[in-house]
């Protein structure tokens, strides 16, 4: 019911900006909220953002919290992560999850889909 694709990853310098997308692929409803995390080697996986299933509401982790925004498009089920003023400590995996509820939750117990991930390489 539910495949996640993200893409748009690469290898940036220090202030530069990236946009990922993160698409359901098998999916036409969409009333999940989406979340994007990211793990860097050898670290815990972190929260990076969430958007509700329509878009109305939107959270983010503090690390991220103006620099980076979501939003999404129901009709091209996509997901979207716009990350600006990149610095080296953003260099992640990042991936995208869907969740059991339509709310935007920082809450890794409630997404159930998981994309495979995009690598973020930030250089200095």
């Known amino acids: 019911q539910v495949q996640l694709v993200e893409s748009g990853g690469g290898l940036v310098q220090a202030g530069d900006s990236l946009r990922l997308s993160c698409v359901n692929s098998k999916r036409t409803s969409s009333n999940n909220g989406v979340g994007w995390f990211r793990q860097a080697p050898g670290k815990v996986r972190e929260f990076v953002a969430a958007?509700?299933?329509?878009?109305?509401?939107?959270i983010y982790g503090d690390s991220v919290k103006d620099r980076f925004i979501i939003s999404r498009d129901n009709a091209k089920n996509t997901v979207y992560l716009q990350m600006n003023s990149l610095n080296p400590e953003d260099t992640a995996v990042y991936y995208c999850a869907a969740a059991r509820t339509p709310i935007a939750t920082r809450a890794t117990e409630l997404y159930s889909y998981w994309g495979q991930g995009t690598q973020v390489t930030v250089s200095s």
């Open positions: 958007i509700s299933w329509n878009g109305g509401n939107t």
